[in-house]
């Protein structure tokens, strides 16, 4: 049976291995080496590594498309940002993840970018956004507003319009959403979150749905050098190895929690995108945020999610996050320590 055959739990532990050969490791090395002997493929490190195309192979066999390895998510983020012609449209939402949305910004200003921000949920508005643009930029679900985009309708909307259509799929991960198949063009992920998933890797990656898109994102790393180390490269591919079972732990702890916390003291809202592993309560302000970040014991006050131990954070304690996003909302990665734990930790921290 072929690899493409196979479900994606089995695919995320079989691909990007070596041939099943006698003698031979079952784990792809890590190739340390700035250089190789010439005559062979690749040439330079800066332009491939036998680690990268293990991990790029698993990948982008997951999301369905051709995948190029990134020294970080704003690094692949970057990379699909520049292949907007000098002057062009993005259509974003105005919840994505805000260093994202700072660079289009910095850009806007400098007449790099013209950027045109819509809110996710609502199709029609981003429809009506899109004639002249150049990329759509969906985030489903947004950091940290929780927001889920109709995937399908949005990217057949940017190709109507001519324009291209990403999607940031960190959140969801393509065992739980596989935007190719949505109709998007390309699918960025932070894998520094729940692909590596142990908090001890910064890393990203494009999958493109044609192979000339990937040439020109490749050519792009090659010739701005934002490539990633082999080792970090290595410990993603170990996480994705062990993605479907931490996936379906830490997502069923935050289904249970999203229950529990309903109606908490000092809950006015929690928000649930129902499949991933993330979510967010609303206290009344920064405040009441503030004491539970500082009262919980077990959670961890920090940024970046996705890895297996649970953490939290009052987004608006970024001034660059947007003015939207209440004041009191604290962000949950939600980890697979014991509910329990982890409900009661929360629980004690509200006051409860
Ligand atoms: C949705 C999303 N995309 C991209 C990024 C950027 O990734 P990195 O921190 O690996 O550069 C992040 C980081 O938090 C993120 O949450």
């Known amino acids: 049976m072929s690899d493409t055959r196979r479900r994606p739990e089995t695919v995320a532990v079989t691909a990007g291995r070596p041939p099943h050969a006698p003698g031979a490791p079952l784990n792809e090395p890590v190739t340390f080496t700035s250089t190789f002997v010439q005559g062979g493929d690749p040439v330079y490190a800066r332009y491939g590594n036998p ?5 790029e192979e698993a990948l982008g066999e997951l999301e ?3 995948c190029i390895a990134f020294a970080s998510g704003m690094a692949a983020v970057s990379a699909v940002m520049a292949q907007v012609p000098h002057g062009g449209a993005v259509v974003v939402a105005r919840h994505t993840y805000q260093h994202a949305l700072l660079l289009l910004d910095e850009g806007a200003a400098t007449g790099r970018f013209e950027v045109r921000r819509v809110d996710i949920t609502d199709a ?12 759509l930029w969906l985030e489903s679900p947004t950091n940290p507003a929780l927001e889920i985009a109709d995937i399908p309708r949005l990217t057949g909307a940017a190709q109507a319009a001519g324009a291209l259509s990403i999607v940031d799929n960190t959140f969801a991960t393509p065992l739980l959403q596989r935007p190719l198949e949505l109709g998007a063009d390309v699918v960025v992920h932070s894998a520094t979150k729940l692909i590596a998933g142990h908090s001890d890797v910064v890393l990203g990656a494009v999958v493109t749905r044609t192979p000339e898109l990937a040439e020109r994102i490749r050519h792009h790393r090659g010739l701005h050098g934002a490539i990633p180390g082999p ?20 997502a069923s702890n935050a289904r249970e929690l999203a229950r529990r916390l309903a109606g908490a003291p000092g809950v006015v809202d929690v928000r649930d995108p129902g499949f991933s592993t993330v979510l967010a309560i609303v206290l009344a302000d920064a405040a009441a945020a503030d004491r539970v970040v500082e009262r919980v014991q077990l959670w961890i006050p920090a940024t970046s999610l996705g890895g297996v131990e649970s953490t939290l954070e009052r987004r608006r304690r970024w001034p ?22 982890l409900a009661e930790d929360l629980l004690h921290a509200l006051g409860s």
Request: proline share 5%; aromatic share 4%.
């Open 231 to 250: 080792m970090e490269v290595f410990l993603a591919l170990r996480g994705l190895r062990t993605l479907s079972v931490r996936l379906e732990r830490a």
């Open 51 to 55: 680690t990268w195309s293990a991990f």
């Open 320 to 341: 660059t996050e947007a003015p939207t996003i209440p004041e009191g909302l604290i962000r949950l990665s939600v980890g697979i320590e014991h509910i329990d734990d």
């Open 124 to 135: 029609d508005a981003v429809e009506a956004a899109l004639p002249g643009a150049a990329l």
């Open 64 to 66: 369905g498309g051709d």
